[in-house]
Antibody, heavy 120, light 109 residues
Framework: QVQLQESGPGLVKPSDTLSLTCTVS??????????WGWIRQPPGKGLEWIGS???????YYSPSLKNRVTMSVDTYNNQFFLHLTSVTAADTAFYYC????????????WGQGTPVTVSS | QSALTQPPSASGSPGQSVTISCTGT?????????VSWYQQHPGKAPKLMIY???KRPSGVPDRFSGSKSGNTASLTVSGLQAEDEGNYYC?????????FGTGTEVTVV
């Protein structure tokens, strides 16, 4: 089965850009019908979908975050990326990368997640 | 888009059944048969338990079942076991968007 691994800085300053990488193994990021997504979970709270991207570059984002989110794909290195601008303490969360089945269905599998803290 | 509504907690004795509701609107749960359920243990990533309202991925025990009526989806865990304790989240496709539920903590007492 496809495996996902998130990486990136664990600490980001307020107003800076949060950038994360998800590396895909045991499968190709160009596999149809997979989309590749990001989901986050603030400490002690619930899950929030951030957005999803197809290997061709087609994206769709959460309406509440779309003004600050950009996602991209590197098919050569089997990676996809999340960039979230103008971060505040409210963006402190565990960030998970996921396979988004069909782009409208469900999320499976998930990466183990990476914690990101926004603080000066 | 508001979060889907779930009860904060649910509990049952070993061997009993527990049902968790997930209430949305006609724009999400009621509008699509793309409701999924996730189990999360403390410190772990969520795990898919049910997709497309009532389908079980391979490896998920048949004690887990899902259904939907109108704008409300439900997850039933039959024959509760200690390892079923954890947080459960529903999710629904909502037209180029996904919405998650508020989460339910299941306790096996």
């Amino acid at each position: 089965q496809v495996q996902l691994q998130e990486s990136g800085p664990g600490l980001v300053k307020p107003s800076d850009t949060l950038s994360l990488t998800c590396t895909v193994s045991n499968g190709s990021i160009s596999s149809s019908p997979y989309y590749w997504g990001w989901i986050r979970q603030p400490p002690g709270k619930g899950l929030e979908w951030i957005g999803s991207i197809y290997y061709s570059g087609n994206t769709y984002y959460s309406p509440s975050l779309k003004n600050r989110v950009t996602m991209s794909v590197d098919t050569y290195n089997n990676q996809f990326f999340l960039h979230l601008t103008s971060v505040t303490a409210a963006d402190t969360a565990f960030y998970y990368c996921v396979v988004d089945e069909d782009g409208y269905n469900h999320f499976d599998p998930w990466g183990q997640g990476t914690p990101v803290t926004v603080s000066s | 888009q508001s979060a889907l509504t779930q009860p904060p907690s649910a509990s049952g004795s070993p061997g009993q059944s527990v049902t968790i509701s997930c209430t949305g609107t006609s724009s999400d749960v009621g509008g699509y048969n793309y409701v999924s359920w996730y189990q999360q243990h403390p410190g772990k990533a969520p795990k898919l338990m049910i997709y497309e309202v009532s389908k079980r991925p391979s490896g998920v025990p048949d004690r887990f079942s899902g259904s939907k009526s109108g704008n409300t989806a439900s997850l039933t865990v039959s024959g509760l076991q200690a390892e079923d304790e954890g947080n459960y989240y529903c999710s629904s496709y909502a037209g180029s968007n996904y919405v998650f539920g508020t989460g339910t903590e299941v306790t096996v007492v």
